[in-house]
């Protein structure tokens, strides 16, 4: 059974994991670490999901489509797998009206909407999410939300320099996830005055008013 968790009661440790990582061979033997199932959250609707969708079609477009094997395979390996996994869920999360927008129009994402709202709010009020590829944050574009990329030649520099140390979970400032689970991304939010991005707010996002009443929250898609 999972542990439902509303955003305001996970601790900063905690690391959302997107379902592009757990789809992987890399992704599911890390995930089924003791130490590290008590550090990660998923979304509840993911879970839900996998419960339901038996050969795919639903949850297909998280998966790289370089990928050999089976998704209904990996769907049935997942399903034990995850039990015990604290989720977090977008239900009752009180959201400011730029951001409400955005995540109306997440929901209206296919089969995915509510997986994609699961994780957009939770990146609202907590920082880190680690990603496999990119078909997320794409959504986030795709309804409106501001995505700033840092490519692979500075985000191992971005992470170590940028980012106070402090302020990182450990399964990512020890490179754990990077090195076991095949991160190729690392996401954080940013919101003005530091209510929740652990990064500065880089200067083209203050021209652009992100952080603002001007804009919905925007996103850091760092490349490890």
């Given at each position: 059974m999972t542990m439902d968790a509303s955003p305001d009661?996970?601790?900063?440790?905690?690391?959302?994991?997107?379902p592009s990582v757990l789809f992987t061979d890399r992704g599911m033997a890390w995930i089924a670490d003791a130490d590290v199932r008590q550090r990660v959250l998923i979304s509840n609707a993911f879970r839900?999901?996998?419960?339901?969708?038996?050969?795919?079609?639903?949850?297909?477009?998280?998966?790289?489509?370089?990928d050999p094997d089976p998704?209904?395979?990996?769907?049935?390996?997942?399903?034990?797998?995850?039990?015990?996994?604290?989720?977090?869920?977008?239900?009752?999360v009180g959201?400011?009206?730029?951001?409400?927008a955005v995540l109306e129009v997440l929901r209206t994402e296919n089969w995915e909407g509510d997986i994609l709202a699961d994780e957009f709010t939770y990146m609202?009020?907590?920082?880190?999410?680690?990603?496999a590829t990119r078909h997320t944050l794409n959504?986030?574009?795709?309804?409106?939300?501001?995505?700033?990329?840092v490519g692979q030649r500075f985000?191992?520099?971005?992470?170590?320099?940028?980012?106070?140390?402090?302020?990182?979970?450990?399964?990512i400032a020890d490179g754990t996830a990077n090195r076991r689970a095949g991160i190729k991304f690392i996401v954080n939010a940013i919101v003005a005055g530091g209510a929740v991005a652990a990064t500065p707010i880089p200067p083209l996002a203050i021209a652009l008013g992100i952080g603002t009443t001007l804009l919905p929250t925007a996103f850091q898609e760092i490349d490890p």
């Open positions: 009661d996970v601790r900063d440790e905690s690391v959302l994991v997107d839900i999901a996998l419960d339901y969708d038996y050969l795919g079609q639903r949850l297909a477009g998280f998966v790289d489509e370089a998704l209904e395979e990996r769907i049935g390996q997942l399903r034990g797998l995850l039990d015990g996994i604290a989720t977090v869920s977008s239900e009752g959201l400011s009206t730029e951001d409400s609202l009020t907590h920082s880190f999410m680690v990603a959504a986030f574009s795709r309804a409106g939300a501001v995505v700033i990329r985000g191992s520099r971005w992470t170590r320099q940028v980012i106070s140390p402090e302020s990182l979970p450990r399964l």
